[in-house]
């Protein structure tokens, strides 16, 4: 089925509510052909131009679900949602960005989706649109199960604030070419609320917002004059926010016990991810601050 | 590329070979129709997308053929030492060659394999009646359909290439995760897959062995026990103690060789009973002859077909992937396709073997090297397959490249419940290689010597001994490689560049911070050693025929992406003067040529060619040189034509042909080698040893232990560089598979369950990860017992690689980094 238009859409879905909505198909498919999933149906979001596009609406921006990483990528889009952009350039080789959707990484909402602690990080909210209708639903709620898409209900648009302010993603991965994040941190600044707001992603299931560290580090920082902060106020701001997303390592006797640097084991690996989320939420703040 | 007029070949003129020729590996009659004659008649296979008979052959190869009438000033040169490009170069660059994978015969069904969720497992039961009434399905095939076991109940056809005791389908045990226990034929691949999942087997859960230090006092978890192999090394005397002693501890994690195409045959039922495999076969003879044994069929009745490989490092499929094809087959009647998964694929086919290695060096005051200690301990996986022989290149090599009057090793290679290990470029002595060569650093720095310095001080050279007592007889340029190294400018440090055209670790636009960034520069100096080891029947054959003004090889060695193919073209064109060469497609009915791993291929299956080609010369020159008076000798041919030693007598190839077909087979056996004794690992196990070295520069973000390596500089020694693009390829390919297991790749096995089975998780290096490879000297001192002075080329670079990216992380860390691949907590500071 490939209906264009949303109200379309929504129609097929509630007619065979078995089937399956498939946007760029880059996770769904892959499963599909592993043999791990079998739809009964498709309803191809493809055509449905309404969602493939972005546009003002009261100082916010609402985005199609539809939107391909590409799309988010470009210069035009990366000057008013700067980190957005930077996920969305980050997420995967061309191939993937070409295809894969906005939408689509919220839905699947992979632990390591690249834009989905930018989403956090923005309180973004989300417009479902089942039979009923639409409702608006801040994109962490959904992310969280706090409030679930219901049966029938299908990811319009995300609502984005336009803060017009420095934001930064960042993304730690094993390799230089584009993969898989072992921890990602957003960091946008709200000069209207004098708000410094942070999400660090692929530590946990859902992106974590470590709502102390940013009030504290809010407080820090010189809103009326040129924005600056104190080095040693970002690099403690790094430790706050690592100490708030990333468990305590457990403690596995001495650190390095083991000899000839064979220390390892999950307790190094934890203190290393403390370590990687720190460094990242840091070089995020000094960079929004420059 | 040219010939002369007088050769009236019309066909050069007109005829540009198609991309795949007719017959070639992959097109539509080389593939599948094969002998033709035992195939099933309702079976006519075909290639999906048969486009590719039409596509042209390289245009540049075209126009000089188009205007080669004028004279023997050939435009190209041909021949050894030249860098034609590979003949299926156009085809397989466009995506139009087809693979295994695209291979069809009417009326095929499909196979699925149903494997074990379970490292370790008994198996109570299997019922397959859920399977067979889902419809569609044809057949479910289990242990019980193999050949039976000496006691006369199913033990699923244990084989192997060494020790056979890897069975097609697991009977009573399984061993790994992801070990087969069934096959299922179908009408569509979804059906076989479903019923595949149907097949109900009851497992009692064991507890699995995956820590290979713990298989020395577990109970066995096989009949043979947990011990493949313990190789000692005493050489020297045991008690000398140096005046500086360093220690280590190393851990080499496991490597996928992650092809890029999944595993995937077709098996056709042949009407003798026998079946017909077209498989990516990287050994076809000894993966028909295993596969034969394990379906209970006489050798001759299994024809395997070699379709092209889509990525092979020595070791490609297992035997049970091709016996449950072949099984499934004759079991229906239908030709049966398979195609594997890229989970599957991980969890099946041979990896590194991951080791464990403890070091302990001597060296007096000057940084000279008196004794080497050393520990090796592989893990061999569930199944011994060839572990026994990575094992001894392990140990005979265990001091690395360098004269050592004492030397005492022990070394094993143990049975887990992790998957199965086998031949990978530099197995065994990739391990080793970054074990010593992180010692030799320790050394350096204990000394206070330069790094190069002290490699240069203990270097081997020709004559030496190794510490099998066996002597270097082949080139050993150890100093001369690290001499090319030194003399090398480094790469410019980005300092005047703006920090955004600096490609940080993390890539562009990533997290790199260039505050946080050092470089470093590490040394490494490796060798493999050439061809099977310890008394392997080394052998191949091939046939050269001359026909017209085309010459034809027949050789069963498979070019799994070595250049072998056109290497062999070169040697046709270089002893018998004609261009047109065609390369036979690979099949077991001709004679076996041995797996294409260990480098062996440019050796035995080069010097049979060679020894063939030289065979027909002498036919073809014999009745003319009686005709000149003079002795063959003096006669050489070149572009078709042949001429006398001073040019006054002479005729065209075709005509001193005069219409008849010339052909030769010849074999090619390198000196024997003898097994390493088993108390004292002395002997002369090895026919050949190439060396490499490698620099590496690396930047490395110390906060979070990010790495890019920004340059690898390699110094090889070639014996004699017969293709020398060809050579360069092969060399950034074997670097960059080094650097793959040095950064970034390893198959995890989580109690002998593989998480990270696809490439989202398994983590290969990409074109941003791959750094500028620069060749800066291909030693040409040639080998006088190899064919042509050659040696292999492949193994060399994979085996330094990580050690010369380790010892770079090294330099710019200060930090011990004693793991592979290296971990970011082993980077940060």
């Not at chain 1, 100490?243 to 000899?259: F, I, K």
């Not at chain 2, 992937?321 to 009647?333: D, N, P, S, W």
């Not at chain 2, 099998?468 to 007889?473: C, E, F, L, P």
């Amino acid at each position: 089925m490939l209906p264009a238009s949303l109200d379309e859409a929504v129609t097929a879905l509630a007619a065979s509510p078995a089937a399956v909505p498939v946007a760029g198909g880059t996770d769904l498919m892959g499963a599909v052909n592993a043999g791990l999933l079998r739809p009964m149906a498709l309803i191809g979001l493809g055509r449905i131009n309404e969602l493939r596009g972005w546009q003002y609406q009261d100082g916010t921006a609402q985005l199609g679900a539809g939107l391909t990483h590409a799309r988010m990528g470009r210069p035009d889009f990366a000057a008013l949602m700067p980190a957005l952009a930077e996920a969305a350039r980050s997420a995967g080789p061309p191939q993937v960005r070409n295809a894969g959707t906005l939408g689509g990484n919220i839905v699947t909402a992979d632990p390591a989706g690249d834009t989905l602690p930018v989403l956090a990080a923005l309180e973004a909210t989300v417009t479902l649109v089942g039979p009923e209708g639409g409702r608006e639903v801040p994109v962490s709620h959904l992310l969280t199960g706090l409030d679930p898409m219901r049966g029938g209900e299908l990811l319009g648009y995300v609502r984005v604030p336009l803060l017009h302010a420095p934001q930064v993603f960042l993304k730690a991965t094993g390799r230089t070419g584009p993969s898989r994040a072992v921890a990602s941190v957003a960091l946008v600044l709200d000069p209207g609320r004098r708000a410094v707001r942070c999400a660090v992603g692929a530590v946990a299931p859902v992106p974590l917002r470590p709502l102390e560290a940013e009030q504290w580090v809010s407080g820090c920082i010189d809103w009326d004059g040129d924005r600056a902060i104190d080095p040693a106020a970002a690099a403690a701001f790094g430790e706050y926010v690592a100490a708030a997303c990333v468990p305590e390592p457990q403690p596995a006797g001495l650190p390095d016990s083991q000899p000839d640097g064979m220390e390892g084991g999950p307790a190094a690996a934890a203190a290393r991810l403390r370590r990687t989320v720190s460094v990242l939420a840091r070089r995020a703040l000094g960079r929004a601050l420059k | 590329m040219t010939l002369p007029s007088s050769s009236g070949d019309d066909n050069n003129l007109t005829a540009p070979g198609p991309g795949v020729r007719q017959g070639d590996p992959g097109s539509a009659t080389g593939a599948a129709l094969g002998g033709g004659t035992a195939t099933a008649a309702t079976t006519t296979a075909t290639t999906v997308g048969g486009g590719t008979l039409t596509q042209p052959r390289i245009p540049a190869q075209v126009a000089e053929r188009g205007e080669g009438a004028d004279g023997t000033e050939a435009a190209e040169p041909v021949g050894l030492g030249t860098s034609p490009i590979r003949a299926d170069a156009l085809a397989k660059a466009m995506g139009t060659f087809p693979y295994a994978a695209d291979l069809w015969a009417e009326g095929l069904l499909w196979g699925a394999v149903a494997r074990s969720p379970y490292a370790h497992a008994r198996i109570l039961s299997i019922d397959y009646g859920p399977a067979l009434a889902i419809p569609g399905v044809y057949a479910v095939v289990t242990a019980a359909d193999l050949r039976l076991g000496p006691t006369g109940q199913p033990d699923g056809a244990p084989s192997g290439p060494i020790v056979q005791d890897r069975p097609v389908f697991a009977a009573d045990v399984v061993r790994h995760f992801g070990e087969p226990v069934a096959a299922v034929a179908a009408d569509h691949p979804d059906t076989a897959r479903l019923a595949a999942a149907a097949i109900t087997v009851a497992y009692e859960p064991l507890e699995p062995l995956t820590d290979p230090e713990a298989a020395f006092t577990a109970p066995p978890i096989h009949p043979d026990g947990n011990l493949f192999r313990h190789q000692p090394v005493r050489f020297g005397d045991p008690e000398v103690v140096g005046d500086v002693v360093v220690e280590g501890l190393y851990k080499v994690g496991r490597q996928d060789p992650a092809p890029i195409g999944a595993e995937a045959g077709l098996a056709v039922p042949r009407p003798d009973g026998g079946v017909e495999l077209h498989v990516a076969s990287t050994d076809p003879h000894g993966d028909r002859d295993r596969a034969a044994h394990c379906l209970g069929l006489e050798p001759d009745r299994v024809r395997l077909v070699v379709s092209g490989v889509p990525g092979a490092t020595a070791d490609r499929e297992d035997v049970g992937f091709q016996v449950a094809l072949g099984l499934l087959a004759i079991r229906t009647g239908h030709p049966v396709k398979m195609a594997l998964t890229r989970e599957e694929s991980f969890l099946t086919h041979p990896h590194r073997h991951p080791a464990l290695l403890r070091y302990r060096h001597h060296a007096d005051a000057e940084g000279r090297l008196l004794k080497v200690e050393a520990q090796l301990l592989l893990d061999g996986g569930a199944y011994a397959e060839v572990s026994s022989e990575a094992l001894a290149a392990a140990a005979a090599m265990a001091a690395g490249p360098y004269v050592v009057p004492h030397v005492f090793v022990d070394a094993w290679a143990v049975r887990t419940n992790n998957p199965p290990a086998g031949r990978m470029r530099g197995e065994g002595s990739l391990q080793t290689c970054f074990a010593y060569e992180s010692q030799l650093d320790r050394l350096a720095a204990a000394l206070d010597l330069d790094r190069l310095e002290i490699r240069r001080r203990n270097a081997m050279s020709t004559g030496d001994l190794l510490p099998t007592g066996q002597a270097v007889t082949c080139p050993a340029p150890v100093s001369e490689l690290l001499d090319a190294l030194a003399a090398e400018p480094l790469p410019p440090l980005p300092v005047d560049q703006p920090d955004d055209e600096w490609l940080l670790p993390g890539g562009p636009g990533g997290a790199g911070d260039p505050a946080a960034v050092r470089r470093g520069i590490g040394y490494a100096v490796g060798m493999v050693h050439i061809l099977g080891a310890e008394g392997a029947d080394e052998v191949s054959t091939a046939s050269v025929r001359v026909s017209g003004s085309q010459a034809s090889v027949m050789c069963t060695a498979v070019d799994t992406g070595t250049g072998f193919s056109t290497l062999a073209r070169q040697i046709v064109q270089d002893v018998l003067g004609i261009t047109d060469v065609y390369i036979a497609p690979v099949d077991t009915d001709q004679p076996p040529a041995g797996p294409s791993a260990r480098g062996r291929q440019t050796w035995v299956s080069g010097g049979a060619v060679e020894r063939a080609a030289l065979m027909v010369r002498h036919q073809l020159l014999q009745p003319l040189a009686m005709q000149f008076g003079m002795s063959p000798e003096l006669l050489t041919i070149s572009d078709g034509k042949i001429t006398s030693y001073d040019g006054v007598l002479g005729m065209p190839v075709l005509q001193a042909l005069e219409g008849k077909d010339l052909w030769a087979t010849a074999q090619c056996r390198p000196h024997p080698t003898e097994p390493l004794d088993s108390e004292t690992g002395q002997g002369d196990a090895f026919v050949g040893l190439a060396f490499c070295a490698m620099r590496a520069v690396v930047d490395v973000d110390v906060e979070l232990g990010t790495v890019r390596v920004v340059e690898l500089a390699v110094a090889q020694d070639v014996g004699r560089a017969l293709n020398p693009e060809q050579i360069e390829a092969r060399i950034e390919a074997g670097a960059t598979q080094g650097l793959g297991l040095a950064l970034m790749e390893d198959l995890v096995s989580e109690g002998g369950r593989i998480s990270n089975a696809s490439f989202t998780r398994y983590r290969l290096p990409t074109s941003l990860d791959a750094p500028a490879i620069r060749v800066v000297a291909l030693l040409e001192e040639r080998d006088v017992v190899a064919p042509f002075g050659a040696k292999a080329v492949g193994a060399a670079p994979a085996t330094v690689a990580p050690a010369a990216v380790a010892a770079a992380v090294r330099a710019a860390t200060g930090r011990q980094v004693n793991r592979l691949p290296i971990p970011a907590e082993d980077v940060a500071l």
